[in-house]
């Protein structure tokens, strides 16, 4: 069995600007556009020589000075804006925007569902076509799950586990020690947002997050969380990030249960980080076999999922009845089951 999980792509490709040229522009942004031939046209960062480091690794043409003089160039050769930033940056330069422009916004939607709010009201208001990169949904294997749940192979679904048994280097990324939220705003988000994109809304969550006491500094490093759909299905959400006792026993994995079958996803790039293991992807359908079939699918989560929001925006662009799955109108529920999130950890019962 043969699965092509490549996003479509616009008829025509709309060069690209970018706003913030950090680990995950470099790590996953770029590799992805080059893959789809995205053209780039200008950076722009506040630190003026890590762009234009990045702009001569990727020959990217020009780093601009100020972000007037991005907007300028991004003006004159009708650009689409890659917003690459940490969530605390996101409104002010949204701000700026040109009225009508397409923008990709990096997730989080803000550090929260009030700055979320503000940044879908500029959104409205500034009538851009804007998303959120929730990149997940784009992942090979995400798209090769949907794409076997749609056609019915596993029955109906009803049951999605994420779990996460693994050793994160926390340290690797500085700015998270000084906020509030981290582990579900920063690394569950994916999940949640995952989940939604298969079940919709949940009607309610309960959760708690917690710190580890290898990384106390953080506000948190593990969480479980349960998405509430009713009687029928199960949404559930596991993650402990303090893993440090090797690979043997690390688990990284999405398993999805239907009603006449399953679909078990082990998520490589978290095991025995930074290095990886291989994806696997599996299912078993019992209308099919009683075995277990594997499927190699091409490209992973980081960087081929990131080809897919951009991709979206620029078809959504092309075509105002395009489904643009990582809309800002969507993204915003993903931010709201987020809250709930952490306000369901801080109730006593
Ligand atoms: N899977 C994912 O979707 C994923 C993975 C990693 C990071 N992220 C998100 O991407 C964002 C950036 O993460 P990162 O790891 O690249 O961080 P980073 O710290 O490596 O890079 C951020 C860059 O933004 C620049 N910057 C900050 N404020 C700016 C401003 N007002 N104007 C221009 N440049 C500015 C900084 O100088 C820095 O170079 C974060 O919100 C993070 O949550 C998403």
């Given at each position: 069995?043969?699965?092509?999980?490549?996003p479509?792509?616009?008829?025509?490709k709309?060069?690209?600007?970018?706003?913030?040229?950090?680990?995950?522009?470099?790590?996953?942004?770029?590799p992805?556009?080059k893959?789809?031939?995205?053209e780039?046209?200008?950076?722009y960062?506040?630190?003026?020589?890590?762009?234009?480091?990045?702009?001569?690794?990727?020959?990217?043409?020009?780093?601009?000075?100020?972000?007037?003089?991005?907007?300028?160039?991004?003006k004159t050769?009708d650009?689409?804006?890659d917003?690459?930033l940490?969530?605390?940056?996101?409104?002010?330069?949204?701000?700026?925007?040109?009225?009508?422009s397409?923008v990709?916004?990096?997730?989080?939607?803000?550090?929260?569902?009030?700055?979320?709010?503000?940044?879908?009201?500029?959104?409205?208001k500034?009538?851009?076509?804007?998303?959120?990169?929730?990149?997940?949904r784009?992942a090979?294997?995400?798209?090769?799950?949907?794409?076997?749940i749609?056609?019915?192979?596993?029955?109906?679904?009803?049951d999605?586990?994420?779990?996460?048994?693994?050793?994160?280097?926390?340290?690797?990324?500085d700015?998270?020690?000084?906020?509030?939220?981290?582990?579900?705003?920063?690394?569950?988000?994916?999940y949640?947002?995952m989940?939604?994109?298969f079940?919709?809304?949940?009607?309610?969550?309960?959760?708690?997050?917690?710190?580890?006491?290898?990384?106390?500094?953080?506000s948190?490093?593990?969480?479980?969380?349960?998405?509430?759909?009713g009687?029928?299905?199960?949404?559930?959400?596991?993650?402990?990030?303090?893993?440090?006792?090797?690979?043997k026993?690390?688990?990284?994995y999405?398993?999805f249960?239907?009603?006449?079958?399953?679909i078990?996803?082990?998520?490589?790039?978290?095991?025995?980080?930074?290095?990886g293991?291989?994806d696997?992807?599996?299912?078993?359908?019992?209308?099919?076999?009683?075995?277990w079939?594997?499927?190699?699918?091409?490209?992973?989560w980081?960087?081929?999922?990131?080809?897919?929001?951009?991709?979206?925006?620029?078809?959504?662009?092309?075509d105002?009845?395009?489904?643009?799955?990582?809309?800002?109108?969507?993204?915003i529920?993903?931010?709201?089951?987020?809250?709930?999130?952490?306000?369901?950890g801080e109730?006593?019962?």
């Amino acid at each position: 069995m043969k699965i092509d999980t490549f996003p479509i792509l616009p008829k025509t490709k709309k060069p690209i600007v970018i706003i913030g040229a950090g680990g995950i522009v470099k790590d996953a942004h770029l590799p992805a556009y080059k893959r789809a031939g995205f053209e780039v046209k200008a950076l722009y960062d506040l630190e003026v020589e890590k762009a234009e480091r990045l702009a001569g690794d990727y020959g990217i043409g020009t780093v601009c000075q100020s972000l007037d003089a991005l907007i300028e160039l991004a003006k004159t050769n009708d650009c689409v804006y890659d917003v690459a930033l940490p969530a605390s940056a996101i409104i002010p330069v949204i701000d700026q925007i040109p009225d009508g422009s397409g923008v990709l916004i990096q997730k989080p939607m803000g550090n929260d569902l009030g700055q979320a709010a503000i940044i879908l009201d500029l959104c409205r208001k500034k009538q851009l076509v804007a998303g959120v990169n929730f990149q997940l949904r784009h992942a090979p294997y995400i798209k090769a799950a949907k794409k076997i749940i749609d056609d019915g192979v596993i029955g109906e679904l009803h049951d999605i586990d994420v779990r996460m048994n693994v050793y994160t280097p926390w340290h690797l990324w500085d700015f998270l020690y000084e906020l509030p939220r981290v582990e579900i705003q920063y690394h569950s988000i994916h999940y949640i947002d995952m989940i939604r994109y298969f079940f919709g809304n949940p009607e309610s969550v309960l959760a708690k997050t917690t710190k580890h006491p290898n990384a106390k500094a953080l506000s948190s490093a593990r969480s479980s969380i349960i998405m509430d759909y009713g009687d029928l299905i199960r949404a559930n959400i596991n993650t402990n990030h303090g893993h440090n006792f090797g690979p043997k026993h690390q688990e990284s994995y999405f398993k999805f249960e239907g009603t006449e079958g399953a679909i078990k996803v082990r998520v490589g790039v978290y095991l025995d980080y930074p290095k990886g293991l291989p994806d696997k992807f599996e299912f078993i359908s019992l209308n099919v076999s009683d075995d277990w079939q594997q499927i190699d699918l091409e490209g992973t989560w980081f960087p081929d999922a990131f080809i897919g929001p951009m991709s979206g925006l620029m078809c959504k662009m092309e075509d105002p009845a395009f489904e643009f799955i990582n809309s800002v109108e969507d993204a915003i529920h993903t931010m709201e089951v987020v809250e709930k999130c952490y306000r369901s950890g801080e109730h006593e019962i």
